[in-house]
């Protein structure tokens, strides 16, 4: 029925909540249908045609997009913050589904019935994995960072040196961690050399709580540097009855793996830094370890004891799928080369099978193969290239946008007027959906 008046021609609340599909909760729809009529109603005061369906359905289908959708990873970014990181393995999918669909044995001892610790199967697995005494997981390295400040050296000095006073994207700066640790930060050497004789006239001249040594995962410095070892720094805490805290940040377990790629020389490993004497060791479960969003922290026992008792600890737990999960993620590490980690196999996947691929989009979508480079991302291992083959195309207006507009969101990258498209993060099952998109695209 139509009428000379508008407003009445505007359907009800719920009508229009029926008419716009919808896999939102119904309340949520409603909430929406009856923004979007208001919005009509201000739109006919200002004599403009009201079209409150289609504002709907596009609200709804805006809200239901950013409520999480998979994502296609083209950008040649591994560990792409902004899309969650590391992928988990099957085996830690599968792991974490089964301890988050009911009851488990989080912190019971089933054979005794008494009360136990949670997380002491992953905190074995790590122990054995880095060779440290022990272990202990909070919910990522930023916490991991800030609970072995707070419980080594609150109130203490902490020497830091000038050019690993590093931030992380996201509002992670570690002058800022180091303050609400209670521990007090003393700037040593300069920014592009620290010797050990700049942290040994700070442990005189301070009551200092630890050493702190950080690998600046997201930068380097280059030309006239000069870095200390953790093993010369080890010696030094060791000398003055203090710990070496070392935030190795990305989580290489042993950088001394036979698989891993020539392209990761150079970044530290927990097991290394365990062998050089530090007291505790820092790191991310979701970068190159390619897992679950975790802090990793191994050392020894003493130091760890001392973590646990921390008030902290309990703020910063993790609960059970995150240790499932990480228990599958750390077992494939024991099994060999960890390829069922997402991670690992795009990290390890051959150029020429990429090339392959490549082309067989090319074919279909146009665009030129070009020998291109991956980056790690997630602020690890910087100014590392992964040479990877690519495909360039001629960026058109909005193409990148209009590929994630799709219903599996393509995420490509923009460089110099050119779309690139990097299949090494994408698994093969996947390049279908991408030419599909692209095709729909053009
Ligand atoms: C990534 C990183 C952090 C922060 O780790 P999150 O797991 O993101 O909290 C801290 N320190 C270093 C050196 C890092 O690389």
Redesign the pocket.
């Known amino acids: 029925m139509v009428t000379d008046n508008p407003y009445r021609d505007l359907p009800a609340v719920d009508v229009l909540a029926e008419l716009v599909e919808s896999q939102l909760p119904r309340a949520l729809t409603i909430d929406i249908a009856r923004s979007a009529l208001d919005q009509a109603r201000r739109d006919i005061a200002d004599g403009v045609e009201p079209d409150p369906e289609r504002l709907a359905r596009e609200t709804i289908r805006a809200v239901e997009r950013a409520a999480g959708v998979p994502v296609i990873n083209a950008t040649g970014v591994l560990l792409h913050?902004n899309l969650g990181?590391a992928p988990w393995s099957d085996a830690a999918v599968r792991r974490a589904t089964r301890a988050a669909s009911g009851y488990s044995n989080l912190e019971i001892d089933i054979d005794t019935g008494d009360r136990s610790r949670r997380g002491t199967y992953v905190e074995s697995l790590l122990t054995l994995l880095t060779g440290a005494e022990a272990a202990f997981v909070v919910n990522?390295?930023?916490?991991?960072?800030l609970i072995a400040l707070a419980a080594v050296a609150r109130d203490r000095a902490v020497p830091v040196a000038r050019g690993e006073l590093?931030e992380?994207g996201?509002s992670?700066r570690?002058p800022d961690v180091m303050d609400v640790s209670g521990a007090r930060l003393v700037e040593v050497g300069t920014t592009n050399r620290t010797r050990v004789g700049d942290y040994e006239t700070a442990v005189q001249t301070h009551q200092c709580g630890a050493l702190l040594k950080?690998?600046?995962?997201?930068y380097r410095v280059e030309g006239f540097t000069e870095e200390t070892s953790a093993a010369d720094l080890a010696k030094l805490a060791a000398a003055n009855d203090i710990p070496l805290i070392y935030?190795?940040?990305?989580g290489l377990l042993d950088s001394e793996a036979p698989w891993l790629p020539r392209w990761l020389a150079g970044e530290p490993g927990a097991r290394q830094a365990v062998e050089d004497g530090a007291g505790l060791i820092?790191?991310?479960?979701?970068?190159l370890l390619g897992g679950p969003?975790?802090?990793l922290i191994v050392g020894s026992l003493e130091l760890v004891s001392r973590l646990r008792q921390s008030p902290l600890a309990r703020a910063l737990r993790v609960d059970g799928v995150t240790y499932a999960g990480l228990a599958a993620t750390l077992e494939a590490y024991l099994d060999g080369a960890p390829t069922t980690i997402p991670f690992w196999r795009f990290a390890l996947v051959e150029a020429s099978s990429l090339r392959g691929r490549c082309s067989q989009l090319a074919d279909r979508v146009g665009g030129t193969v070009v020998d291109g480079a991956s980056t790690v991302g997630?602020?690890?291992a910087p100014g590392v290239e992964i040479p990877t083959p690519q495909i360039r195309l001629r960026e058109r207006q909005d193409l990148y946008e209009e590929l994630l507009r799709q219903e599996r969101p393509v995420l490509t990258r923009r460089d110099a007027g050119d779309l690139v498209v990097d299949l090494r993060a994408v698994e093969p099952n996947d390049d279908e959906a991408v030419a599909t998109a692209v095709e729909r695209c053009l």
């Open positions: 913050t990181r990522n390295n930023a916490a991991a960072v590093i992380i996201g992670y570690l950080v690998h600046p995962s997201n935030d190795i940040g990305s820092t790191f991310s479960g979701d970068k969003q975790a802090g997630a602020g690890s």
